[in-house]
């Protein structure tokens, strides 16, 4: 998977922004789109920046290799006034779920696993095993 060009989405959208929005400045768009027929591995993705409240957001998905996985994400980085992102991965034996998100700087993370060959789902809340 190609998570660095997702990761160069997300923080081409996070520079810059302040808490209050820029109106003078028009929404900054940006796309990946890099897809390969001969190999089947591509990776999907759009960001956008100069959102209300200074916050930025962006999606995408990851393909090929056995694997489908995606992520999203919206907020300002470094500040606690209130962000979330997760993703998730998929495979012939398993899927991957994350969450996070950080509200008046409290955060709560989620994690999910799912294994299909030993038939384990496992559910984590701030680094905590849930029991199921």
Do not use: H
Not at 6 to 18: D, G, N, T, Y
Not at 104 to 124: H, R, Y
């Amino acid at each position: 998977m190609r998570f660095p060009t997702l990761m160069a989405v997300a923080i081409f959208c996070f520079s810059s922004l302040s808490l209050a929005q820029n109106q003078s400045q028009p929404i900054g768009v940006t796309q990946v789109e890099e897809v390969d027929q001969t190999t089947r591995i591509g990776q999907l993705a759009y960001g956008a920046s100069n959102l209300d409240f200074g916050y930025s957001a962006g999606a995408g998905i990851n393909f090929g290799n056995g694997t489908v996985g995606g992520g999203f994400n919206a907020g300002i980085p470094g500040q606690g006034e209130g962000s979330l992102g997760g993703g998730w991965t998929v495979t012939a034996n398993g899927l991957d779920f994350g969450l996070g998100a950080v509200f008046n700087n409290i955060s709560v993370n989620v994690a999910i696993t799912a294994d299909k060959t030993t038939g384990v789902l496992s559910v984590q809340v701030n680094g905590k095993e849930v029991a199921l």
